[in-house]
Structure formats: C-alpha cells, structure tokens
C-alpha cells in the first residue's frame, strides 16, 4: 500500500507550475486469455477457492503507486502495468480506478454550504447544552425552584443524573428486558467489527478465508438474530404496555400514539443522518477514504427523505442512507399497523390471537416462498451464495422479516395476563429444567445450523428455504420463553444475570450506539494508512475500543437530542392537557348558564 502521507503531501515546484503527488490505489489482476473476443480483459486476482462469480471478493491483492498529480487512470494502469510485466511478464497487470486515485485536494476538500450549515447546527446544539446546563446549576446552587423546564430540557447535569439512575424495579416492570436489549446489541456490534474486515486493509487475508470455514465463526455471522430479539421485545413492549394502560382506562389517543414514536425515533436519528450527508469525508484520510464518501455520504445526500420517513427498505434499498437504519424502517412500519391489533387484542383477544397465530404462519410461508423464488442461501459465510439478494430480496424486508414481531405482540398479552393475576404459570422444577435445556440448545442449532450442510458449492433449495423461513421465528420462539420465565420466577441465575441493576443504565444507550457504531467502525476501516493483521484478539481489541468510543458518542447525541425531546414532548404534551381541559370546562360553564336560564 505504499506511504499513503508521504505521497499525497508531495509538492514539487517546477518552471511550470506546482506538481503534487497522485497516490493511486489499485488491485493486481491477470490478462484472461480464454477470451477470444476481448484480448486485453483484465480479471483482479483474489484468494478466491470458490471461483470468480462471487459477490464479494474477500481477498484482493492491492498494489499502490505515487504518481504527478497530472497523471490519469489510464497512465497508472500504463505506468503499473509496464512495472509488473518487466518484473514478473506480460499475464500480470494492475487496474487503477478513478475514486482511488487523491492528491492533496481530494484529501482536503473545501468545506460545502451543506457541511458548514452541519457544523453551525452541531455548534448551536453543544452551545445549548453547555447553556441550559449553567442554567440549571444556577437553579440548583440558588435553589430557584420556579426555573423554566424548557430552559433546563438540554441540561448536561439533570439528563446525566436521569441517564445513569438505577431504581429499584416495580411490579409492572420486566427488568431482565435491560439485559436481553443490552446483550443484544453486543453482539450486534460485535458481529459488524469481524465482518468489517473483508472490507479492511490486512495482510493474512486467507486466514480470513480460512476462519469463515470455522464452526465459531457462525457465532460471528448469526449475530442477526440478535435484531430478532429486538422486534420480539419491542413489540412485546408494546402490547404489554397498551393493554396495561387501557386497564387502566387511559384514553387511547391516535394522534399521539404516531407523533411520540416518531419523534423519539427520528430526533436522534436525524444528527445522524445529517452528519453522514454533509460531514463524512472531511472527517478522516486513507487510501480507501474515498469509499466512504461513495457508500456512507452519498446514499445519505441522495436518500435522506426516505431515510426520516422510514421508507427506504422499499423505496431505496440498494442505496440506504446510514444502512443499519433498515431495521428502523421495519419497526416504525410495523408500529403503524399495530393499532389495528391492539385495540382487538384488548376487545376479542381470543380471535385476535387467533389472527396473530395465522399472521406469524402466513408470513413464515411468505419468507420460504421469496427463499426459494430467488434462490437465497441461508448462511452469511456460504460464499458461493449472492448476500446482496439475500439483504436486498429477504433481510430488509417488512414482509419478511415480521414474524418474529408478531410473536412478540402475542408475548407481551400473556404477560399482561399473567401480570394481572389472570392466571398463573405454575410448572414443576423437571418440567422448568426440560424447557430451559429444550430453549438453549434450539438457540444452539440456530446459531450453528446449515453449517455442515447449506454451505457447499451445490445449493440446496429445500434446505435454504426451509432454514430461511424458520430460523428467526424459532428463536423469537426461544427468546420469548426467556422472557417468560424471568418474569415468573422461573429464570434462576439467567434472569439475575440479565436484570443486574447496571443493564439499566446501559439499555439507555442501546439505541443510539446501534445508530451511530456502523458509521465509526467503517470511518476506522476507511482511515487505515497501513494494513492490519487479522487476528481473533486483534479483532476483539478493536470491538472493545468501537463500543465504548461509541457509547462516548451516543451521550453527546443523547444529550443534544433524545433527552431534550423527552422534556420537550412532555411540556407539550401537558400544555395540549391543559387546553383540552380548560375547553370541556368552557363547555360546561355554557351548559350550566344554559340550564340556569
């Protein structure tokens, strides 16, 4: 890969003119001789054992050259090609494109209006922050307590104390949730920081060929079903949560139901999605920098409207603006219809369990259906298979991915029933042992099955299908037994485990860690001046140092967003109260004048 720094900060003068440093990136390839009717088709060499069709080419020799910044791509492949073939002969060749060929002024780019009016919005949001907070000291330190709530909503001090509080749970509460959600999202980004590095920079890249054939490494790459586990428990939430209110005879208002989710989901989200348009490119240097410009900045710019309305698995799913944002627009679309099941949940639960039960069937047949029509391999380190089918035709879609969901709505009623006293989930001590083996070892098969059997060059179209239609939906299945039976006393260690007090605190950064972790993992990936080993421990280094540095991150995106969204929507909320009830009174006062009369 050369010397990336040196290269680009070249500057010579000349009677001519100021020559700067070109560093050109390209990747080493072998003239194809089987072609008779182009003569000079170059084909780029990899570590490929499963042969040159595959979608993704792990293993590519890359080969860098420091040429005068007037020179084009096509000099760089005369220039590397002329090299190769005095070294090595004629067969061997290189292959320069464009995007990675920089000098020093795609390296530094002059900041865009978009980029600057990014900076001043990120500017005004710190300068709130660190000003509500003196704000609420002054507040505290004089002990004012008629301080304005909206003046305090962006305080560092009060969202801190409300950030990091751990309470003692409630009756009502399910607090081996924290856990599971927290867990979860650990190995989510534990997943994404080994599969970042097929994209990476390293120089035993067959080890990392090698290790995809390893039995662990399915633990690795079946990470997705910990998303899984997060539409089961959102929407377990969900129920539980409506149902538990309309006991409660609050009023079910639609308007308000709508507006709160997408206003918890989107003011976070929409930092995100605004840095990662404007702000992206200017935030680092490297050989592959210019990749993060072409598939994290330009997705954005192109596709942020689709990205805020929750669309864009549908709309542009081959170009997502912040990618791992697929599973918001999954869940918001899902939430938009689920008052047409709560609300019979609550009036005919018997028929509407009924409906639910059929809902999870017809969608698990959906599933196999678009499995097998499209010939989808099942197993993320099969790579014979096309993964860019399996995301763009099964993974990020609604239709397909809802089951898991479904089942969670069917959860959280049996959890309100049981919560309620309605009856009672009363098993032996076998019978609870069976179970819980039973649920961990289903887990078990879920993460390492198809290994011996769906990842050889003869696809099976029977066993895909099938694996891709019941996997998820067997572990929501498994996930919801834990649920169960944490919240009934029959979790035992597991569900002291998974409702530690700390769990509550760390769940408050679930969301926003998953906003932001894909974005930083490959921003560091991009910004290698030189490549890595590929290592388990190496890799394991690097995933402690990614989750914390993007916790750090999310405090300062909670701070500036969602905690100040939460006051916010309340003083609203309550102010909406207020004229409502001052209205009915008006109302009354007209009636009572009336009857007087």
Known sequence: MGDFQQCVNIEASTKTGVILGKYCLGSLAVKNTTSSVHQNVWEIISLDKFGTDRV????????????????????????????LTYVIGNEVGV???????????EVNPPLTNGAIVT???????????????????FCIFYAHKSCAMLVKAFSAYTNSIKLFKMTTPTPDQLPCLNGLKW?????????????????????????????????????????TLSVDTFFTIGSALMSYGFLKAKCKNVRFNLFQYYVHRYLRLTAPFAIVVLVS?????????????????????????????????????????????????????IDFQLYLISPLLLCPLWKYPRACLSFLVLCVLGFVGVSFYVAWANDLNAIPSNFYGNI?????????????????????????????KLKQKEFRLKLNKTVVWIIWGVCLGTMLTCVLGGFNSLRDEEYDRWGNAFYIALVRPVWSLAISWIILACTNDY???????????????????????????????YMIT??????????????????????????????????????????????????FGKKKQSKRNLESGVDNAALEK
């Not at 864009?312 to 918001?328: A, K």
Request: hydrophobic letters at 45%; one cysteine or more.
């Open 277 to 329: 348009a404007t702000l992206l490119k200017y935030m680092g240097s490297g050989p592959k920098w210019p990749l993060v410009d072409q598939s994290l900045q330009q997705p954005c710019s192109n596709n942020w409207w689709s990205a805020l309305l929750y669309v864009q698995n549908y709309v542009n799913v081959t170009h997502m603006c912040v990618i791992e944002s697929w599973y918001l627009s």
């Open 526 to 575: 991009y910004d290698k001046k030189r490549p890595g080993y590929f290592s388990n421990i190496n890799v394991a280094y690097s995933f402690w140092g990614l989750l914390w540095f993007s916790a750090g991150i999310s405090y300062l995106l909670i701070l500036m967003t969602e905690s100040p969204m939460v006051v916010i929507e309340k003083i609203l909320l309550e102010s």
């Open 56 to 83: 993704v080419l792990l293993a590519k020799f890359p080969w860098a050259l420091c040429l005068p910044g007037g020179c084009t791509t096509d000099d760089a492949n005369l220039v590397g090609n002329f090299l």
């Open 95 to 105: 292959r320069f494109s464009d995007l990675l060929c920089q000098t020093v002024k």
């Open 183 to 223: 867990l979860s999202m650990v190995w989510i980004v534990y997943g994404h920081t080994f599969i970042s590095q097929r994209d990476s920079s390293i120089t035993n890249t067959k080890h990392l060929i090698d290790w995809t054939d390893t039995w662990y490494s399915m633990f690795i790459f079946n990470a």
């Open 388 to 416: 860019k089918n399996y995301e763009n035709y099964y993974y990020y879609r609604t239709h397909t991915r809802c089951p898991s969901w479904f089942i969670g709505v069917i959860l959280g009623y049996y959890i309100y």
């Open 491 to 521: 979790g035992g260690p597991i569900n002291w485990v998974l409702s530690l007090p700390i769990y509550q605190v760390l769940n408050r950064f679930t969301y926003t860690v998953y906003l932001i972790h894909v974005t930083i993992l």
């Open 119 to 137: 900076l001043a919005i990120l500017a005004l949001l710190l300068s709130m922050v660190v000003l509500s907070t003196l704000y609420d000291i």
